[in-house]
């Protein structure tokens, strides 16, 4: 017999059928608790190896690394796929990394708006990225970069307007009108630089009113 157990010879047949039963039911007793013993060690072992992945990818997505943190959940998941924290974790950072694409995204497009000059879209872009992480320094230094030249592209087309109106009205002779539009654009002149083409053009548009008022 597998057990090792010596029979009473001194028994019967019977009872000795009787023994060879008892000590078989002992064996696959034996053999059932070795293998809970075995399952439960193999869980103990599953289940650490899932806290230190878990634990691992904590660090990563901290340190925006979300590709890391994502194959490390992987690992879990493969381990213990009953795992709610870990299933709740692993939609977390892929929510995370997903925002972060869109945030590098925006971030170039109004990079590239910007050296082509274009700060409409460069504005709207850099807002898009501002949405996602108010934080984000870069974006933050671009957005003042971009209000400073909306700013001044702004001041140049009304100063740009006000000039033409005062040509406009020296051209019909409206001397004193052409020259309220001169003052308005004398107002904002500290704006621009003095070689400009427009500040040129405003000398020579003072110089004729003067002439035309006999001042």
């Known amino acids: 017999m597998g057990s090792g ?3 009473d010879n001194s028994l019967t047949g019977a ?3 009787s023994q060879i039963l008892s000590i078989d039911r002992q064996d696959a007793q034996a053999h059932r608790l070795l293998r809970e013993v075995q399952e439960n060690i193999r869980k103990q072992q599953r289940s650490e ?3 230190q ?6 660090e990563a997505f901290v340190d925006m690394r979300y590709d890391e943190a994502l194959r490390l959940l992987d690992q ?3 381990l213990d796929d009953t795992n709610q924290d870990i299933s ?8 995370a990394k997903a925002r972060a694409e869109r945030l590098q995204m925006a971030l170039r497009r109004a990079e590239a708006a910007h050296h082509a000059g274009d700060l409409g ?5 850099v807002e898009e990225a501002l949405a996602l992480d108010p934080n984000e320094t870069q974006a933050k230094a671009l957005q003042h970069v971009i209000a400073k030249q909306v700013e001044e592209q702004a001041r140049q087309v009304q100063m740009r307007q006000l000039l033409d109106e005062a040509h406009h009205r020296l051209a019909a002779r409206k001397i004193t009108e052409a020259f309220e539009f001169l003052k308005s654009a004398e107002v904002g002149r500290r704006f621009f630089a003095f070689s400009s083409p427009r500040h040129c053009y405003r000398k020579q548009l003072c110089y ?3 002439r035309q008022t006999g001042n």
């Open 53 to 58: 992945l878990r634990s691992q990818a904590d």
């Open 208 to 210: 004729r009113v003067t």
């Open 121 to 125: 879209e460069a504005k709207q872009a």
């Open 15 to 17: 009872a000795q059928e």
């Open 76 to 78: 879990a998941v493969a």
């Open 5 to 7: 157990i010596p029979l």
């Open 49 to 51: 190896q899932t806290r």
């Open 88 to 95: 709740e974790f692993r939609k977390l950072v892929q929510a």
